[in-house]
């Protein structure tokens, strides 16, 4: 599997593949998308030169990180891979800017960031995150009008109740990875960013068939 996804022409598949399910899921997203990363754990002995230690499931990990933007398809509408050392901020500066339509983006603490706010707004969504310091106040630094809107909403019932669609990305990540061939845990073969992100790809395009699957059987 591993030599096989390293050819050009399967990895040109896999990529049509995902924009194909994705035309026929983009739709059911809607107007909210969700925010957050997913840490794909190595040994700390591991010699995988491309693995870093970095912020991982409630404690410092080795490996790297699935970043990912979900609506409510069966993939997300953007992903990324990247050592566990890159933080969500700094890969959201890149996911952002790809999302298509507009909206919310709903992300947790870590992309309290009025950077990330702006480039939100400018891509047409409204980024909604708890302040990293709650009970604190703004200081004196400049305020994006976004990161205002975000603190805003999140004093007023609608704000609450959209901002508890979050919990959809958990989900997300928890059935991506508990059934069988999901995405953890990472293979002892499956080292190096390259053979990383491209077994992460696979996995991703095979969960989102058997999810659409599911549901093709549960209308029949």
């Given at each position: ?55 991982g499931s409630g404690s410092i990990q080795r490996g790297y990180k ?155």
């Amino acid at each position: 599997m591993s030599k096989r996804l390293r050819h050009a022409s399967v990895v040109q598949l896999m990529a049509a593949l995902e924009q194909h399910l994705l035309s026929l899921t983009t739709v059911a997203s809607l107007w909210v998308r969700m925010i957050d990363a997913k840490a794909l754990p190595v040994g700390g002995s591991s010699k995988d030169r491309d693995a870093a230690w970095g912020r991982g499931s409630g404690s410092i990990q080795r490996g790297y990180k699935f970043y990912a933007v979900w609506g409510d398809g069966p993939l997300p509408i953007a992903w990324g891979l990247a050592p566990m050392n890159v933080s969500e901020q700094r890969m959201a500066q890149w996911l952002i800017p790809t999302l298509p339509g507009e909206g919310y983006l709903l992300g947790d603490k870590y992309y309290d960031n009025n950077k990330l706010f702006d480039l939100a707004g400018e891509a047409g969504y409204q980024l909604i995150a708890p302040k990293q310091k709650p009970g604190t106040g703004l200081g004196h630094q400049r305020q994006s009008p976004y990161r205002l809107r975000s603190i805003e909403l999140r004093g007023r019932s609608f704000g609450k109740a959209l901002y508890r669609c979050r919990i959809q990305i958990e989900h997300c990540f928890a059935h991506l990875a508990a059934w069988v061939g999901g995405l953890e845990p990472l293979p002892f073969w499956v080292r190096r960013f390259h053979r990383v992100r491209n077994w992460v790809h696979a996995k991703l395009i095979l969960y989102a068939v058997k999810q659409m699957r599911s549901q093709l059987i549960a209308i029949e």
